[in-house]
């Protein structure tokens, strides 16, 4: 017979339902009650003395508040019954008794509801069903008849004795049958602990308690007469042979299942079933692959299977409840297991039926039982049958809301609410600590109540597991937490609870018994600490946040503030001091708010706020060893592994650049990686270990693995930025490492893991280019890089049990050669390109791919920087005589293919600026190779040669493609003047040498001219000399020597020229304009006095030249008072170097007479100031 879910709705109050006789409903016109608001007003106030309470009550005339939601059912639809009629035997069994039928349900489990008594563990079961209403929602988790206990404790004399346990702000409450334990621990030797505490506790022997011939009497007839009523039939009907069999089995199965099914004390069973069973919540469903699979961080395609399917079924923790309601008393939510039968009748949604001695009266205590009943399953009326020893007399019907006011059994809804606040807040305010047992016990005719705490008494004891309650609480706290991490949209709220549960839920558990709930709970544990988010500084982070209602197990019993309350521990000597709490009386729970709860939120509970990366790091690595020290200690060793000691550091040494072959071997080596990455596509799978794939070990291990590569990934990046890139590789390293094992493990990887393995190896490639620039502390690198802490040590150890842990060894070696780690570095980026060009990442991850061309382009520079410095450092130890070397060209080489792959790896992201950057480099390669051309040949009779002119025009082409490749100078400014510089420069060089060795042996004197002007009115055209700015004199300066150059250039020309006249006269006209430019530009500059003196000669010279080619008096006069007239000038220029011989001098008095007085201040005799007579 299917279950059926059912929708909790509103339904129409009970009143409004018409009043009439009792007739039947054919199957199926009537729905399970779901959801009702039942408002009871109680009768006037007024003491009432019950016969078994001795003491008088006082009742409260005020209204009730009840809803009740049924969240799940396992009863066939509700039957009509019938009226039986009168004189019926119900001595006499039905033909239907104890028989199976579609109309009835499988025997036991039928519309009549499960006969067999609640199993000691039944909160649990459902606690399992609707783990989401547990820790967070509903206050209680219960059977309704330890609920209705609890509500009578006032007034009844009978034993108490119930187990209490905390999940969060749930109390989940079960029945401790005190004799059917001791009877089990007479014959297991299980629990005589307890047995040995409760004879000093009541000061005499158990015995255990015969049920009496009138109950079992009641019983049957109670059984006969819901058949009946069932059946339809008034007669009583022979029963067949087989009947009789059924009847003794049935009562066999009574006898046996009155008592409870008590399990063993739990362990871990050897083989865990892999089909997940179906979970019956009510909720939001809770994914079965979450339980040991990932929080956020992990991908969704490693999630693993359910950790607990039928275990706890197996172990008697099954839902076993007809009917689970979620019942709103007050304000306390209850999740409420019952299995009383619920009847149609007529026009009536629901009917209880009740079978009562005409000859008793209904007391108090079972009015409270009817009327408790109808509220929970939200039953309307109660039918009740009359009968005198077995024999039918009357029916009778009965409101719900009239319950409390019936004869003999008045009592008040206010003080049952009373009641229940009460106990609520007794409880919750001593049962504090989540995974502790609480008994709650009262003794048969006592009015005392007390609470002990079980966990602890046990923990005395040799064996501090023998609590059966160990496991199931441990699987509750583990499931809640699961449950709590599942809601994405508020699961950071709830981090400090989920961090309470799974603490407690560990400290449950021995660690030789339970390995894989503890490497699941551990691995929950690292998942709290979000590792790929940024932290948050301010407080109105929700990890800050306290957790509600959820206690540390190491907190302390907080002292109660409230003088009214009087449960505290008490002193009295004839107390008992093993108690947590004691209700002195239970009267005083009818008084209204005698008990509040003191449950406080406590700051030990608050998600633990890690004020650094480092710290928040190191407790995930905490947490992923623990959970790796359970995966190890369970994996059965198939083959002697080698042996290591975890205590023993694992060398980190760095290799000797002479044995890594340098570059050639690392090609060799990124090769070999490339064919692994390759063989991982294809799902490769190797094992030191004997681990299975796919099992419960292999699929944990992947994900602490996983975890470890990601916290050593970020410690890393946080000593990155604090430049401690000594401590920044090894924990690097120790992240590759992590993440070679995985893939060792892994048989089938996936993208997402690719792609942390290509933020890995960027991270190392950076690390690796900062070491190289940093190569004046790498004493202290090294340091960092060879210390290890013993987590460290204890995680490698894990790591190298199931592989060599070397793939990325490569990468990771601390080098003392600048060439090495340069071409480590570009290694790096380049496997991380590699990797993001496998199932397509780059089109997945933009941001990704364009951050590691932009990194290859920069090491690429950097990498064609240093050839290009290696090149020049030999140039200059070279004699000038030489020629060019192998070495040099081979380096040339070198730096232009790392200049090329940058420039193109640039250009493929669109980074215009970081192109022309690597542009100019190439440009400025090419004129090292110019200079290296220059000294080839005699000194004296050099002459600028054509290698050295295709060396420059080709440097000048690299800078113009840099120009044109940044557009405007808005693209950036400081880029686009440092190449209009450099162009500049450029065209300056090869203008001067051109003009200094003039190639005179292959081009005509003329054509030497106009290459070199040209070449100088290139140069000038990018020497801005109008723009502000740090590099402006040095523009002033070049424009001003251009100018010098191009005049003396012309009044050489000049000189030398014969014959055309109208060519003289252009280069005397080009002449005096570029002297009269420079000497402007050299008067703006203070530290060139010299030149502008030597181009004030010149012109002095330049206008007596002039002066020789004229023939009028007049015209010579006028040129040579033109010279006198520059002469003068040259005043400004002796003031300037008077100044500088002056500043000179005075430096050189104070270094060589240091105490000598200033002789210029005070001049001696025959002495005068040089500047009066100047």
């Not at 006969?115 to 989401?132: H, L, N, V």
């Not at 149609?344 to 409270?368: C, E, F, W």
């Not at 510089?981 to 003009?995: G, I, K, N, R, V």
Request: proline letters at 4%; charged letters at 25%; glycine letters at 6%.
């Amino acid at each position: 017979m299917g279950d059926s879910k059912e929708a909790g709705t509103e339904a129409p109050p009970a009143g409004a339902a018409a009043r009439g006789g009792l007739s039947l409903l054919s199957q199926g016109e009537s729905e399970e009650p779901s959801a009702q608001i039942i408002r009871i007003k109680s009768s006037p106030r007024f003491p009432v003395e019950d016969n078994r309470q001795g003491s008088a009550l006082f009742l409260g005339g005020n209204e009730v508040k009840s809803r009740a939601v049924v969240k799940y059912s396992s009863a066939p639809p509700r039957t009509a019954f019938a009226r039986l009629q009168e004189k019926t035997d119900l001595k006499l069994p039905p033909a239907n008794w104890l028989r199976e039928s579609a109309k009835l349900g499988p025997a036991g489990t039928t519309i009549l509801g499960n006969s067999r008594k609640s199993k000691p563990f039944s909160s649990f079961g459902m606690a399992y069903d609707f783990i989401d209403s547990v820790g967070n929602d509903v206050d209680v988790v219960s059977d309704s008849e330890n609920i209705k206990k609890l509500l009578k404790i006032p007034y009844s004399k009978s034993h108490v004795s119930m187990a209490v346990h905390r999940i969060g702000r749930t109390l989940l409450l079960d029945e401790l049958d005190i004799q059917e334990l001791f009877m089990r621990s007479s014959q297991t030797g299980d629990w005589t602990w307890l047995k040995e505490f409760y004879q000093r506790l009541i000061d005499q022997k158990w015995q255990r308690k015969k049920k009496s011939k009138e109950h079992w009497y009641q019983k049957a007839i109670l059984s006969k007469f819901l058949y009946y009523s069932i059946n339809g039939d008034g007669a009583a009907q022979p029963v067949p042979s087989t009947a009789k069999q059924q009847k003794s089995s049935s009562a066999d199965q009574t006898n046996d299942s009155d008592g409870a099914s008590w399990p063993a004390p739990f362990e871990m069973p050897s083989s865990v079933s892999e089909d997940p069973s179906a979970s019956s919540q009510g909720g939001e469903p809770l994914e079965p692959s979450y339980i040991v699979g990932h929080v956020a961080s992990a991908p969704k395609e490693q999630n693993l299977t359910t950790l607990f399917n039928d275990g706890e079924n197996s172990q008697g923790l099954k839902n076993d409840f007809a009917r689970n309601i979620l019942w709103t008393f007050e304000d306390i939510h209850m999740l409420v297991g019952s299995n009383m039968p619920i009847f149609g009748g007529g026009r009536y949604p629901a009917v209880s039926l009740r079978l009562r001695d005409n000859n008793k009266p209904i007391n108090v205590l079972t009015g409270i039982d009817y009327w408790l009943d109808n509220l929970i399953c939200n039953v309307p009326e109660l039918v009740m049958c009359f009968h005198v020893n077995g024999i039918v007399q009357k029916y009778e019907m009965i409101k719900t809301e009239e319950i409390p006011n019936l004869e003999n059994s008045n009592f008040s809804t206010k003080v049952i609410k009373d009641i229940a606040q009460n106990i609520l807040s007794f409880l919750k305010s001593n049962c504090t600590k989540e995974g502790h047992t609480y008994w709650l016990f009262k003794a048969s005719g006592s009015d005392i109540v007390k609470l002990y705490d079980l966990t602890t008494l046990c923990e005395e004891t040799e064996d501090k597991y023998q609590n059966p309650f160990t496991m199931p609480v441990a699987i509750l706290l583990y499931k809640v937490a699961c449950n709590m991490m599942m809601k994405k949209n508020q699961n950071k709220k709830h981090y400090g609870t989920v961090r309470t549960l799974l603490l407690n839920c560990v400290k449950l558990l021995d660690k030789g018994r339970h390995p894989q709930i503890i490497a699941s709970a551990n691995y929950m544990l690292s998942e709290l600490f979000q590792l790929d988010e940024p932290k948050k500084e301010s407080s109105e982070s929700p990890l800050n946040e306290n957790s509600d209602e959820s206690y540390s197990e190491e907190e302390e019993e907080m002292p109660d503030s409230d003088e009214n309350v009087s449960y505290s521990t008490c002193s009295d000597p004839s107390d008992d001091n093993k108690a947590v709490a004691i209700i002195k009386s239970v009267g005083e729970l009818s008084v209204p708010e005698k008990y509040k709860s003191i449950h406080q939120i406590r700051p030990s509970c608050a998600f633990p706020v890690c004020h650094d990366t480092e710290e928040r790091c190191r407790l995930v690595l905490t947490y992923v060893l623990e959970g790796l020290k359970s995966v190890d200690s369970s994996i059965k060793k198939e083959s002697d592994l080698p042996a290591a000691d975890p205590n023993t550091p694992i060398p980190l040494k760095y290799e000797d650049e002479s044995t890594r072959g340098g570059p050639e071997g690392l090609e060799k080596q990124m090769a070999l990686f490339l064919d692994k990455m390759g063989s991982l596509q294809k799902g490769n799978y190797s094992s030191q270990s004997g681990m299975i794939p796919g099992s419960w070990q292999h699929k944990m291990k992947l994900q602490l693995i996983l975890k470890s590569s990601k916290a050593y990934y970020v410690l890393s990046d946080a000593a990155m930025s604090l430049q401690k890139y000594g401590r920044a590789l090894r924990y690097i390293k120790l992240a590759l490492q992590s993440h070679d094992t995985y893939c060792c493990l892994c048989t089938n990887m996936l993208s997402e893991v690719l792609l942390f393995l290509s933020q890995y190896l960027t991270l190392c490639g950076d690390i690796q280019l900062m070491l190289a620039q940093n190569a004046n502390n790498r004493a202290a690198h090294l340091e960092e890089f060879n210390y290890q802490t013993k987590e460290d040590q204890e995680i490698l150890h894990s790591l190298h049990r199931e592989s060599s842990c070397q793939g990325f060894a490569w990468a990771t070696d601390l080098s003392t050669d600048l060439e090495s780690q340069l071409s480590v570095s570009c290694k790096c980026y380049e496997a991380a390109n590699e990797i993001l060009q496998f199932s397509d990442l780059k089109s997945q991850n933009p941001e990704q791919y364009i951050q590691v061309l932009k990194r290859m382009g920069n090491i690429r520079n950097e990498i064609g920087v240093f050839y290009m410095n290696q090149a020049a450092a030999l140039q200059s130890e070279r004699i000038v005589s030489k020629t060019v070397s192998t070495a040099e060209q081979q380096l040339w080489k070198k730096s232009f293919s790392c200049f090329e792959k940058g420039i193109h790896n640039f250009e493929s992201i669109d980074d215009v600026t970081n192109a022309a950057l690597l542009l100019c480099n190439t440009g400025r390669l090419m004129r090292i190779c110019a200079q290296a051309h220059c000294g080839a040949g005699d000194e004296f009779k050099r002459e600028f040669s054509p290698e050295e002119g295709l060396y420059y025009n080709k440097a000048v082409d690299y800078y113009l493609k840099a120009l044109r490749s940044l557009g405007t100078r808005d693209t950036h400014s400081a880029v686009w003047d440092s190449v209009n510089w450099e162009l500049s420069t450029t065209y300056f060089t090869m203008a001067t040498l051109q003009q200094d060795y003039a190639p005179l042996s292959r081009k005509a004197q003329e054509q030497i001219e106009k290459e070199v002007s040209e070449a100088m009115m290139k140069s000038l055209k990018y020497c801005d000399v109008d723009l502000v700015s740090a590099r402006q004199p040095l523009c002033q300066y070049r424009a001003a020597t251009i100018h010098h150059r191009l005049a003396s250039m012309y009044h050489s020309c000049l000189r030398n020229q014969v014959g055309d006249e109208y060519l003289r006269k252009q280069h005397r006209v080009l002449a005096d304009l570029h002297y009269s430019k420079a000497v402007k530009l050299f008067q703006l500059l203070k530290d060139a006095p010299c030149e502008l003196l030597r181009v004030q000669l010149e012109r002095v010279a330049f206008a007596e030249f002039q002066m020789t080619s004229q023939n009028s008096n007049i015209g010579k006069l006028k040129t040579l008072s033109g010279a006198l007239d520059i002469m003068v000038r040259t005043k400004h220029a002796f003031q300037l170097i008077r100044k500088e011989l002056v500043e000179e001098f005075d430096q050189w008095l104070r270094i060589c007479l240091p105490n000598a007085r200033d002789t210029r201040s005070s001049p001696g005799p025959g002495r005068s100031h040089m500047s009066r007579s100047n």
